[in-house]
């Protein structure tokens, strides 16, 4: 069974920079995504960023060119450089794993949450002015 722990997460003034991980415990088999997933209040949870079992990347637009996944193969843990953060970027942190199915493309993980059987607890970023 999956067990995913987030960290990193913290206060960080506008401009500046954090990086997440996200540590991964047992295995999915075969093909699957991998994703960091952010909420606010009154808000579903969105996917923001992920990569499947092909490294195959994609990410929201409201975070292209500004935040990075990748994946540490060894350690089995999934990052998240977030660069240039502005107040719009605070909200609860969650990184989360489910299967792939079919052949699809790396957009495919793209949400919904609902294609995500495990999560990590979260970890707040709050960004400030």
């Known amino acids: 069974q999956m067990q995913l722990a987030e960290s990193g997460g913290g206060s960080v003034q506008a401009g500046g920079s954090l990086r997440l991980a996200c540590v991964a415990s047992g295995y999915i088999a075969g093909s699957f995504c991998m994703a960091w997933f952010r909420q606010t209040p009154g808000k579903a949870r969105e996917a923001i960023a992920t990569?499947?079992?092909?490294?195959?990347?994609a990410y929201d637009d409201s975070v292209q060119g500004r935040f990075t996944i990748s994946k540490d193969k060894v350690q089995n843990i999934l990052y998240l450089q977030m660069n240039s953060l502005t107040p719009e970027d605070t909200a609860m942190y969650y990184c989360?794993?489910?299967?792939?199915?079919?052949?699809?493309?790396?957009?495919?993980?793209?949400?919904?949450?609902?294609?995500?059987?495990?999560w990590g607890q979260g970890t707040q970023v709050t960004v400030s002015s």
């Open positions: 989360a794993t489910g299967p792939h199915p079919g052949a699809y493309g790396g957009r495919w993980c793209l949400g919904p949450e609902e294609k995500y059987p495990f």
């Open positions: 990569m499947d079992t092909e490294r195959r990347l």
